[in-house]
């Protein structure tokens, strides 16, 4: 069974940066695609950054693209979203994920519990 833990996430002003991190557990997913979602109150999931399992390569959402980085560290089985000059449309629950397979589908198997990322203006 996989396990996926969240952290990093919190207050901070707009403008500012925070590291979120997503270890693994259960088995290694150093071959697996794993993403980063993300859901505000009263909205539907959205797709944030995804990235490929040894192949690659990732990917991101529009609204993000310039602003957050996605990056893994196999050795520790763990998985980074590094979000700079966050905005208070950022304010949401961020999910990590991941697939089975190595290319990111959109459509994970596995899911976080969330950790939720508030921006003030």
Do not use: H
Request: aromatic share 10%; hydrophobic share 30%.
């Amino acid at each position: 069974q996989v396990q996926l833990v969240e952290s990093g996430g919190g207050l901070v002003q707009a403008g500012g940066s925070l590291r979120l991190s997503c270890a693994a557990s259960g088995r290694t997913l150093i071959s697996s695609a794993m993403g980063w979602f993300r859901q505000a109150p009263g909205k539907e999931r959205e797709f944030v950054a995804g990235i490929g399992g040894g192949l690659g390569y990732s990917l991101y959402g529009d609204s993000v693209k310039g602003r957050f980085t996605i990056s893994r560290d196999g050795s520790k089985n763990t998985m980074y979203l590094q979000m700079n000059n966050l905005k208070p449309e950022d304010t949401a629950v961020y999910y990590c994920a991941a697939d089975k397979g190595r290319v990111f589908t959109g459509r994970p198997d596995y899911w976080g519990q969330g950790t939720q990322v508030t921006v003030s203006s």
